[in-house]
């Protein structure tokens, strides 16, 4: 019996420990797609696709991609939230992992930026510049996207610091959150659901007299 004992408590530890990791795996998987695929898709897309669709945008792609900031954030994480990058691994790696049991650390990817954001929101102070009011809250802070990139020639375009805030800060929010969600719909075969449809048996039903 204690040696039943003794083996019960290190796997209890491992498991625990593999679910952490799970977290942290999937947590640097959502601020990849909100810090890198991201501003990489939407500069790409001005780069090469643009081009050979003839389409003419009047506006720098830095500029693209904060006016739509939530749109490239969220699309990108909640797409492979879905696809669960972590499915293409080793199967010994996601056994380790816990990705072969039905309640996948995934769903946990949202925590990591939403405490992040919280402890930035508490460690908020109001500017004092006059450039930008000294009554803003800490939610339109983060929250009321910039709409122009500050540059080297123009950098009083906006608020520099606040640019950064929102793109490492509230961007890895966002993905965070849509990454679990995307986590949660292809747990439930959402797009499987919505975009495949079975065909109805047209069989004539037999009627007995």
Not at 30 to 57: D, E, K, M, N
Not at 174 to 198: C, D, N, Q, R
Request: proline share 6%; hydrophobic share 50%; aromatic share 14%.
């Amino acid at each position: 019996m204690a040696s039943l004992a003794s083996v019960a408590v290190p796997v209890a530890k491992k498991s625990l420990l593999a679910y952490a990791v799970a977290v942290i795996v999937h947590t640097l998987v959502a601020y990849a797609c909100a810090l890198r695929l991201s501003q990489w898709l939407v500069f790409h897309w001005f780069g090469w696709i643009a081009p050979l669709l003839h389409t003419t945008i009047r506006i720098p792609a830095t500029d693209w991609y904060l006016q739509h900031f939530e749109l490239v954030t969220v699309i990108p994480a909640l797409v492979i939230g879905y696809l669960n990058v972590v499915r293409f691994l080793p199967a010994v790696v996601r056994e380790y992992l816990h990705e072969s049991r039905t309640g996948s650390a995934a769903f946990w990817t949202w925590t990591i930026p939403t405490l992040m954001l919280l402890h930035r929101m508490l460690q908020y102070h109001a500017p004092s510049s006059v450039l930008y009011g000294s009554s803003m809250t800490a939610i339109r802070y983060f929250f009321d996207i910039q709409k122009v990139m500050p540059t080297f020639s123009n950098p009083l375009a906006s608020d520099p610091e606040r640019v950064w805030a929102q793109m490492s800060v509230t961007a890895p929010f966002y993905a965070g959150v849509a990454y679990s969600l995307g986590v949660v719909a292809s747990k439930h075969s959402l797009a499987t659901k919505l975009f495949v449809f079975e065909k109805k048996d047209e069989s004539t039903p037999t009627v007995e007299l």
